[in-house]
Nanobody, 115 residues
Framework: QVQLVESGGGLVQPGGSLRLSCAAS????????MSWYRQAPGKERELVAS???????NYADSVKGRFTISRDNAKNTVYLQMNSLKPEDTAVYYC?????????WGQGTQVTVSS
């Protein structure tokens, strides 16, 4: 059974940091591109960052220099370190796995940036 379980979300003040984790099981993690998406109320889901099977990374312009995606293939986990958070980063953050034409999604974790 495939599972993607996100954790680490919460309420943080502007300028603060959070680290999201996505623990994967049920598929060959190291062969999948792993990504973080987010969806704010009333907006479409958007790509935040992705990491390829060889560890290459890609970021949305809005988070470059503030967010860092990384993966640990030994632990079947992908991370998103979020620094210098802004109110506009408030959203539900989703983990996505893509490989061999198959896509899996996690259930999402809420991130709220507010004073």
């Amino acid at each position: 059974q495939v599972q993607l379980v996100e954790s680490g979300g919460g309420l943080v003040q502007p300028g603060g940091s959070l680290r999201l984790s996505c623990a994967a099981s049920g598929f060959t993690f190291r062969t999948y591109v792993m990504s973080w998406y987010r969806q704010a109320p009333g907006k479409e889901r958007e790509l935040v960052a992705s990491t390829g099977t060889s560890g290459t990374t890609n970021y949305a312009d809005s988070v470059k220099g503030r967010f860092t995606i990384s993966r640990d293939n030994a632990k079947n986990t992908v991370y998103l370190q979020m620094n210098s958070l802004k109110p506009e980063d408030t959203a539900v953050y989703y983990c996505k796995a893509w490989g061999r034409g198959i896509i899996y999604w996690g259930q999402g974790t809420q991130v709220t940036v507010s004073s």
